[in-house]
Each structure stands twice: as structure tokens, then as C-alpha cells.
């Protein structure tokens, strides 16, 4: 290496590394340099949260606690080299390549901006956020814990709970499907949906069947799937969770059931039929909504997909699907009906995927 940045950025990041796993051996002048130089890492600042998002300030900060605004960041990844002095006069260098992922990031959660530096974003991109500050090597402040809290996954111990809750059933379950069960239902607890794509065959059905059971609520819950499954989760509801009860809303008489809705646990229909009775369900609470085969409605301009989604943004769904159909995009509209903010508009969807 023969350029000052290069050397500096290798005595800043590299060499640190390189320490704790070889024993190393400098040159009095190597070993003074890179004694001198401060390295620059992202901070994170949880300054504000609410129900549906958090707030963080963005900055660098040096090992010492000298922080540098984001407001001076843009000029400092113009800058060569990649260095900055410190008040005190001493060197101080980052990593413009981690810094313009970083930034690259916070783009894509799309946030809005009251003052320079400060972002607001929709909770569903905490966990987002979380694992690529961690990979930069950040440091994240988050006193009140909103950050950690919506970036959380279930625990062994979580999972263990889980199990003991759900009873006969909790024993009947794989320990993949116990997972799958507790992830569903920490994202509830988080206001959250998701999507629980385990391949066919794999229980997606009990599993489902069996995050409803921890989530009773005096409303019902609404799943959706092909007309041709109504009669398999009905039963399937009736083997597992013997305790709910079921109504099957289909055929010419439905409508004369719509009154024992309230006194259901679980509500089962069509995408059919949901699409022709989508003016009755507007007026209806549900707990939960679960879609099978969710790949019904990958295609968002479809009049399935739009009164799916429609229902999912008033009721905050969990969403269940079978892996994607034909292509990646197919997550598109899945993700504005479980996050509607998360994949972030059409248009920029369909460049991402």
C-alpha cells in the first residue's frame, strides 16, 4: 500500500483485526502512526419513538465520544483521503464504502426528515436497520429500547413458553413449527404482519392454526384460501384446535351466517367470495387475518389482491403463503398487505426485486 488512505484505512479497521487473531510485530514508525489515528464508526441515536415508527440521528463517532454530524458527512465522502481531524488535532478516519451502504439503507426505508440527520421510519424496518448498523460496526444508543424492542425475535425461552401455553398441541409441533408459531407472535405483539413461506408440506396450516390459538380475542380471526381447501382447514381446525369455533362462510346461504360471525373464533371464506362480499366485510373486526396460497393475489391490480389488501391495512394481518409462485416479485404486493410500508411504492419495488 502505497497511498496515505489506503494505509490509514488498513491501520484504522484491518490491523485491529488482524491483532486479535495473529500475534503482529510493527515498526517504531508503523507503531506511532497507528497510534495516532482515531477510527470513525456510525452512530445511531434512538431520539424518538411512536406506535408506528422511531426516530434516530445518524452521525460518526470516534472512540473517544467526538461525534461528526451528518450534516458534515456528505462533504467528508468527497473528501481524499477519507480522513478528518478531530478537535484535538489528532487524525481520524472512516470507511466511505460502509458509510455509502449505510446511507443506501436508510434510503430504502424511504424515511422522512423533519431536520438534517434526523430520520423518522416505519417500525417494520427496525430489524433492517438493527443488522446492518451491527455489520457496520455501529454504535447504537437506544435508551428507551424502541429499537431493540420491534427488532427482537423470539427466544429459547419464548419458545419454550410458547409450547407450554399451547398444551396438547404445543407437544404435536416440531421445534420449526414452534418457531415459526413464536415468530408470528412476535410480530404481533409488535403490531406486525408476516410472511410464513415454509415450503409445501412442511405445516403451515397447524401452524397457523396454532398462532390463532395464542391470540383469542373477542374478535374473530378471517382466513382466506382457494375455494377447494375450505373443507381441509375447516377439519383441520376441528383436529387441532377442537376448542374454536369454526364457521365456514360459502354457498348460496352464506349470507344468513354472516350474523354468527361475532360469535366465532375462526371465519373461513374464499378469495372468491371475499372479492364478492367485500362490502360486508368493511363493517366486520377481525383479530387476524390469514391468507393460504397467498400467490392468489401477486398480482396488486388484480380485484383480489386489492380487496385482500384493503381488508389486511384495516385489520394489521398476519399473513401465511405458500412459497413464491414464479418469481421474486411475486413478495411485492404479499408485503403491502403483511407491511404495507415495508417494500415501499410499486415502482420502486419492482427495481429492487
Not at 381447501?229 to 387441532?240: D, G, H, V, Y
Amino acid at each position: 500500500m502505497r497511498k496515505d488512505n489506503q494505509i490509514a484505512r488498513f491501520f484504522a479497521f484491518e490491523y485491529p483485526r488482524l491483532k486479535s487473531e495473529w500475534q503482529v510485530t510493527l515498526s517504531p514508525q508503523a507503531e506511532k502512526f497507528s497510534s495516532e489515528l482515531e477510527p470513525l464508526a456510525p452512530a445511531i441515536d434512538i431520539v424518538a419513538s411512536g406506535e408506528n415508527w422511531f426516530e434516530l440521528r445518524y452521525s460518526l463517532a470516534s472512540p473517544t465520544g467526538e461525534t461528526i454530524a451528518a450534516a458534515e458527512l456528505q462533504r467528508l465522502l468527497r473528501s481524499v483521503p477519507n480522513q478528518t481531524r478531530l478537535r484535538d488535532g489528532r487524525p481520524a478516519v472512516f470507511d466511505a464504502e460502509a458509510l455509502t451502504d449505510f446511507e443506501e439503507v436508510l434510503r430504502d426505508c424511504e424515511p422522512s426528515q423533519d431536520q438534517p440527520g434526523v430520520y423518522r421510519i416505519d417500525r417494520a424496518h427496525a430489524r433492517y436497520i438493527t443488522a446492518t448498523a451491527q455489520e457496520a460496526g455501529a454504535r447504537i444508543v437506544d435508551l428507551r429500547g424502541a429499537l431493540e424492542k420491534l427488532a427482537s425475535i423470539a427466544t429459547a425461552d419464548q419458545t419454550n413458553a410458547l409450547k407450554s401455553k399451547l398444551g396438547e398441541l404445543g407437544n404435536k409441533l416440531r421445534e420449526y413449527q414452534l418457531h415459526g408459531v413464536a415468530w408470528l407472535t412476535r410480530l404481533a405483539e409488535n403490531g406486525l404482519g408476516g410472511i410464513l413461506a415454509d415450503e409445501m408440506g412442511l405445516g403451515k396450516t397447524v401452524q397457523a392454526l396454532a398462532y390463532l390459538s395464542t391470540r383469542r380475542s373477542s374478535q374473530p380471526a378471517l382466513i382466506v384460501c382457494p375455494s377447494s381447501l375450505l373443507t381441509n382447514w375447516r377439519n383441520e381446525a376441528q383436529r387441532f384446535t377442537p376448542e374454536s369455533k369454526v364457521l365456514v362462510l360459502d354457498g348460496p346461504a352464506r349470507h344468513e351466517r354472516f350474523g354468527d360471525i361475532a360469535q366465532s373464533d375462526i371465519v373461513i371464506t374464499s378469495y372468491e367470495l371475499l372479492q364478492r362480499d367485500a362490502e360486508k366485510y368493511k363493517a366486520i373486526e377481525f383479530s387476524s387475518v390469514i391468507l393460504d396460497e397467498a400467490q392468489h393475489i401477486k398480482n396488486p391490480a388484480t380485484q383480489n389482491a386489492q380487496t385482500a389488501i384493503a381488508l389486511g391495512v384495516k385489520h394489521s394481518p398476519e399473513s401465511t403463503c405458500t412459497a413464491i409462485e414464479n418469481s421474486v416479485r411475486d413478495l411485492g404486493s404479499l408485503s403491502h398487505l403483511a407491511l404495507p410500508c415495508y417494500p415501499g411504492r410499486r415502482s420502486t419495488c419492482r427495481t429492487r426485486l
